[in-house]
Structures are given as structure tokens and as C-alpha cells.
């Protein structure tokens, strides 16, 4: 009912950039929240960073000051620029959003990831 379609991943040199983007699609009524989770091989899935519908946003600590989450509501997208990037940034991104149906309904939902890889 809802999909979630993620770009902007790929390979990149210690401290470059990269922005990620994720379109939200279906039949949304309302998105609560989107955001970014990562996965690194070993490791547990870890929010990023997420931003509410009235741009109030939440981030790892360890990130805040180099990643920065924004929103366009007009869009059903977030977005996630990534700065000054270190080799321990390596994993999969997901996307999220906490969606509200047309119906009525609040789900979450994920999208497919997108592998960022920070090396030289």
C-alpha cells in the first residue's frame, strides 16, 4: 500500500559527502515520521536520524554535527545529507516513515536500503 524508494547511495572517500533521498508513495493519508536507520555487517539496526511532520528531528549523538535530516511534506520525502564521512559510516540505509493510511491506519514502513560505502 505504501512504498518507500530510496537514491543516492554509493561508494565515497573519507571525508566526502553524499545526500540520500526517499520518496514515500501510495495511499497515504499522513506521515507521522520519516527517517534513517543503518545496518552494519554484525551489528544491530541503528536510527540515524528521523523528522517529524513539524520538522522536529531526532539524531544518534555520535552523528549530530555531521548529518543533517531534512523534509519536503509537499513530497513524501526525506532526505539525509551526510558530511565529513569516515569509514565506520559504512552500512546499509534504510528509510522509514510512519505512515497514517487513507484509511486510517497507522503502519510502518521500510524501505529497501541503499548501500553506503566510505572507503579510499
Known amino acids: 500500500q505504501v512504498q518507500l524508494v530510496e537514491s543516492g547511495g554509493g561508494l565515497v572517500q573519507p571525508g566526502g559527502s553524499l545526500r540520500l533521498s526517499c520518496a514515500a508513495s501510495g495511499n497515504i493519508f499522513s506521515i507521522y515520521s520519516m527517517g534513517w536507520y543503518r545496518q552494519a555487517p554484525g551489528k544491530q539496526r541503528e536510527l540515524v536520524a528521523a523528522?517529524?511532520?513539524?520538522?522536529?528531528?531526532n539524531y544518534a549523538d555520535s552523528l549530530k554535527g555531521r548529518f543533517t535530516v531534512s523534509r519536503d511534506n509537499a513530497k513524501n520525502t526525506v532526505y539525509l545529507q551526510m558530511n565529513r564521512l569516515k569509514p565506520e559510516d559504512t552500512a546499509v540505509y534504510y528509510c522509514n516513515a510512519k505512515v497514517v493510511l487513507v484509511a486510517g491506519e497507522g503502519y510502518d514502513y521500510w524501505g529497501q536500503g541503499t548501500q553506503v560505502t566510505v572507503s579510499s
Open positions: 523528522i517529524t511532520s513539524a520538522s522536529s528531528t
